[in-house]
Nanobody, 126 residues
Framework: QVRLVESGGGSVQAGGSLRLSCAAH????????MGWFRQAPGKEREAVAT?????????AYTDSVKGRFTISQDNAKNTLYLQMNSLKPEDTGVYYC??????????????????WGQGTQVTVSS
């Protein structure tokens, strides 16, 4: 049974940094899509950053976080990270880690991901 466990959320002031972690349990696949999504109050869940690991590793970011956020992975620890710098109030939301073992899709839309973590709150104050 696959289980994703997020940690690292919290409250920071604008301009601050946070690092989110997602520990993946029960996975043995070498090819996968994993990603970070966020959901602000009253808004739909959206992709923030994803990583596709197949023959090559590819990352993707939503425009609003490019240059500020970095997605990375530690395969030895089965852990996915999201380093968030220069945080803005509009980055506030619940951040979810997600995974899927199908790498033929876009590796971007929430509907493409089968496994989800419980979410961790990120609050950025101005």
């Amino acid at each position: 049974q696959v289980r994703l466990v997020e940690s690292g959320g919290g409250s920071v002031q604008a301009g601050g940094s946070l690092r989110l972690s997602c520990a993946a349990h029960g996975t043995t696949y070498s090819s996968y899509c994993m990603g970070w999504f966020r959901q602000a109050p009253g808004k739909e869940r959206e992709a923030v950053a994803t990583i596709r690991s197949a023959s090559v590793v590819r990352t993707a970011y939503t425009d609003s976080v490019k240059g500020r956020f970095t997605i990375s992975q530690d395969n030895a620890k089965n852990t996915l990270y999201l380093q968030m710098n220069s945080l803005k109030p509009e980055d506030t939301g619940v951040y979810y880690c997600a995974a899927d073992w199908t790498v033929s899709g876009s590796c971007w839309f929430p509907s493409e991901f089968q496994y989800w973590g419980q979410g961790t709150q990120v609050t950025v104050s101005s």
